[in-house]
């Protein structure tokens, strides 16, 4: 079985603290992990995929095979960087459930001026 | 389209009464899924199509609840006699064959309230 948790749900930083988002999951296999982001009256949308080693909007996450976690960080936080992130996560390979996203019940993010 | 696109935007219905929610995904994209999220849940799954077929509908909570899809085009999700509980935001996302190593691009939702 797939599970995403998110043991925050509520996270409150200063505009150019650091800001760190857990989370972590449970899977058998290889997972493939993902950031979503919800601002403020917007759809949810993708922020980062763990596979492409990406960083956007400042933002990066690292896969800890060893402690099962995916958490997603930020040097300086800013205000504009308070929404509701959601960590995801689906399983790999060609068969069992490899398509469908599990989500976290997410953090709310609230940078203060 | 540019976005998927889901409608209505908010249904405010009786107990007891079925809706209807339907979602419009992006063109070419061949898989398309629906995810209900209650009040301060995360996302649950309900349902994934591939093409017209539906591999996995495990996240059906009742046989209340059923969707189909034409072709790779609109789905709809119904509601039958619908529950309090079956209040809350219904999100529909679509991606390519294999979207899922790109993530879903989701439809800003449709919210059911049950009165």
């Known amino acids: 079985a797939q599970r995403v948790t998110q043991p925050e749900k509520l996270l409150s930083v200063f505009k150019g603290a650091p800001v760190e988002l857990k989370c972590n999951y449970s899977?058998?296999?290889?997972?493939?992990l993902f950031w979503y982001v919800q601002y403020s009256r917007q759809r949810l949308q993708l922020l980062l995929r763990?596979?492409s080693r990406e960083s956007i909007k400042g933002f990066t996450a690292d896969l800890n095979k060893g402690e099962t976690s995916f958490h997603l960080k930020k040097p300086f936080a800013q205000e504009e960087d308070s929404a509701m992130y959601y960590c995801a996560l689906s399983g790999s390979g060609s068969g069992g459930s490899n398509y469908k996203l599990t989500f976290g019940k997410g953090t709310l993010l609230t940078v203060n001026p | 389209g540019a976005g998927v696109s889901q409608s209505p935007s908010n249904k405010v219905t009786e107990k007891g009464k079925d809706v209807e929610l339907r979602c419009d995904p992006i063109?070419?994209?061949?898989?398309l899924y629906w995810y209900r999220q209650r009040l301060g849940q995360g996302l649950e799954f309900l349902i994934y199509f591939q093409g017209n077929s539906a591999p996995d509908k495990s996240g059906l909570p009742s046989d209340r609840f059923s969707a189909e899809r034409t072709g790779e085009s609109v789905s709809t999700l119904t509601i039958q006699r619908t529950q309090q509980e079956d209040s809350a935001v219904y999100l529909c996302a679509s991606s390519l064959i294999r979207g899922r190593l790109y993530g879903y691009t989701f439809g800003s939702g449709t919210r059911l309230t049950v009165v």
């Open positions: 063109s070419g994209h061949t898989a």
């Open positions: 899977y058998s296999g290889s997972p493939e």
């Open positions: 763990h596979i």
